[in-house]
C-alpha cells in the first residue's frame, strides 16, 4: 500500500547542511498500523511531509496504492491521505459550523463548489459524528471555535477519515491534549482505522502509546530507522525495552526527550 523507497532530504539552513532524512525505505500493506517514534530531531515529521507532498525528497521514491506519488502535489494527494496535526486548532475551519466542516471534508478531491449540505446530506453527516460519542450532533450549526481541544481534535479525525482515504497520517496528534481527551481521541482514532481499515502510520512521543497501538514498531533517530518491529517482537517489549534500545543505538538522554506513562524518559 506504501512504500518509501531510499527516501533523502537535506536542509541548508546557512552554512550548515542538516540531514532530516537518509535512505529511509519502509513498507506499509494494506489496512496496516504502524507506530513512529524517535529522539528529538529523528526526522519523523519531515517524514510525514515527504509522503504527504508539503516536501519533496533529493532522493527516493514515494508510492501509494501502486501508483508511483513522488512528484504529486499536495492537492493531487488529497483524496489519497487524511492527515492529523497535534495542534487541534490545524485541523478545521474555527468560524465554521461543526456541520460546514463535515460538508468540506465530505467533498474531499470533489470537483466544483455546488451546495455543500442538503437534507439527506445532513443526515449522513449528522449520524457519521454521532459515533464519536460526544453529543456533537446536537451541535451541528455550533461554530467549531466553540468547541472544546479533545472535541476539536475527535472532529478532525472524523474528517480525515470521513472519505475512507487510502493512509492515514497521525503527526503526535494527542500529544496537546490532557490525559483524558486524550486517550478519548486515540480511542476514537483507532476505532475509525479499524473500521474503515485504513493504512496509518502515527508519530508519538508516548512509548506506552508506541507499544499498544497498530501491529508494527518504527524506531527512527537522526533520519535513519534503526529499528522495524513487526507484531510478535513489539508485544514482547514493555517500556523500559524501548528505552534500553534507544540507549543501544547511542541515543543520549539529552536526547531521548519521549514519554514514558506521563512521565519523561
Not at 519533496?56 to 506519488?69: E, K, M, S, T
Not at 487524511?82 to 463535515?102: I, S, W
Not at 449528522?126 to 479533545?150: D, I, P, T, W
Not at 479499524?194 to 512521543?205: A, D, G, Q, S
Request: aromatic share 2%.
Amino acid at each position: 500500500m506504501l512504500e518509501l523507497l531510499g527516501i533523502t532530504k537535506t536542509f541548508v539552513l546557512g552554512a550548515e547542511r542538516v540531514v532530516a532524512l537518509e535512505d529511509v525505505t519502509l513498507t506499509l500493506g494494506e489496512g496496516e498500523v504502524a507506530t513512529v517514534i524517535g529522539s528529538n530531531g529523528a526526522g519523523k515529521t519531515t517524514l510525514l511531509n515527504v509522503i504527504a507532498g508539503t516536501c519533496r525528497p533529493d532522493r527516493g521514491r514515494v508510492r501509494l496504492a501502486g501508483r508511483d506519488i513522488t512528484r504529486w502535489p499536495v492537492h493531487r494527494r488529497a483524496p489519497l491521505i487524511g492527515r492529523v496535526y497535534q495542534d487541534p486548532l490545524r485541523g478545521t475551519a474555527a468560524q465554521m459550523t461543526v456541520l460546514e466542516n463535515l460538508a468540506l471534508a465530505s467533498r474531499k478531491g470533489g470537483r466544483g463548489l455546488g451546495p455543500l449540505v442538503g437534507r439527506r446530506k445532513r443526515q449522513i453527516l449528522g449520524a457519521a459524528v454521532a459515533q464519536l460519542g460526544m453529543g456533537l450532533e446536537k451541535r451541528l450549526h455550533e461554530r467549531v471555535a466553540h468547541l472544546s481541544g479533545g472535541e476539536r481534535q475527535a472532529l478532525t479525525v472524523l474528517m480525515a477519515t470521513l472519505t475512507r482515504p487510502k493512509l492515514l497520517l497521525l503527526d503526535e496528534h494527542t500529544a496537546a491534549l490532557d490525559p483524558a481527551n486524550a486517550e478519548r481521541v486515540l480511542k476514537i482514532t483507532e476505532d475509525l482505522v479499524r473500521e474503515y481499515r485504513i493504512t496509518t502510520l502515527m508519530v508519538t512521543h508516548r512509548m506506552d502509546q508506541a507499544l499498544a497501538v497498530g501491529e508494527r514498531l518504527v524506531m527512527m533517530h537522526k533520519g535513519r530507522v534503526i529499528l522495524d518491529l513487526g507484531a510478535t517482537e513489539k508485544g514482547r517489549l514493555r517500556v523500559e525495552d524501548l528505552v534500553a534500545l534507544f540507549r543501544r543505538a547511542g541515543v543520549s538522554d539529552d536526547a531521548l526527550l519521549l514519554v514514558q506513562n506521563g512521565a519523561c524518559a
